[in-house]
């Protein structure tokens, strides 16, 4: 399976039934290349122009199947927020 496949996936919590959203990301460990995470990134805000909101990583051990359409996982999801990026034009 590749990343684009992976991520055309939706997750579903199945403690709560909710969808969380679609796979954009995974996290490797740095020192054995394994996944580590599934990242879903939050909802854009104001049309992307204000940031969006937190992430949510899920950890790999969380996930109980993979199927056709729809990555299944257990348990509460991690919510992470990004850095805010400033823009800044000309100069420093």
């Not at 496949?5 to 490797?28: H, I, M, P, W, Y």
């Amino acid at each position: 399976m590749t990343l684009y496949e992976l991520c055309e996936k939706s997750v579903v919590n199945l403690s709560t039934g909710a969808c969380l959203g679609r796979v954009d990301d995974l996290v490797f460990s740095p020192d054995s290349a394994v996944i580590t995470h599934l990242v879903i990134f939050g909802k854009p805000r104001f049309f992307g122009l204000l940031g969006r909101g937190e992430d949510t990583r899920i950890e790999w051990q969380r996930i109980r199947t993979i199927g056709a359409d729809v990555v299944l996982v257990d348990g509460p999801a991690e919510k992470t927020r990004r850095e805010a990026k400033i823009w800044s034009f000309g100069g420093t």
